[in-house]
């Protein structure tokens, strides 16, 4: 199991950081996405993570200002959220895959996402 936390409201400018700890299995052998859904938009990917901390990508809509980070000893991902813009508002959720959509999607494991709201 996935479970996203840590989101909350701020205000643009400022920072936040959700952590997707996982249980049940190892985190370690698992690619862990971040992935964030508007109300009304479709759920698009935001960064991803290899098990070796390796960093698969960033939404262009994030580079430079989110940066995503493991800790295999607690099983946790993190994604730190700077410079936050109004835009960034969405519901975030992980999931053990880099891909929004499609088989891949499908088939992995997510989290119940968390609320971040950014205020302008």
């Known amino acids: 199991q996935l479970q996203a936390s840590g989101g909350g409201l701020v205000q643009a400018g400022g920072s936040l950081r959700v952590s997707c700890a996982v249980s049940?299995?190892?985190?370690?052998?698992?690619?862990i996405g971040w992935f964030r859904q508007a109300p009304g938009k479709e759920r698009e990917g935001v960064a991803c993570?290899?098990?070796?901390?390796?960093?698969?990508y960033y939404a262009d809509s994030v580079q430079g200002r989110f940066t995503v980070s493991r800790d295999n000893a607690k099983n946790t991902v993190y994604l730190q959220m700077n410079s936050l813009k109004v835009e960034d508002t969405a519901v975030y959720y992980c999931?053990?895959?880099?891909?929004?959509?499609?088989?891949?999607?499908?088939?992995?494991?997510w989290g119940q996402g968390t609320q971040v709201t950014v205020s302008s």
């Open positions: 999931a053990t895959t880099c891909v929004a959509a499609g088989p891949d999607a499908d088939s992995a494991s």
């Open positions: 993570i290899q098990n070796s901390g390796s960093v698969t």
């Open positions: 049940g299995f190892t985190s370690d052998y698992y690619t």
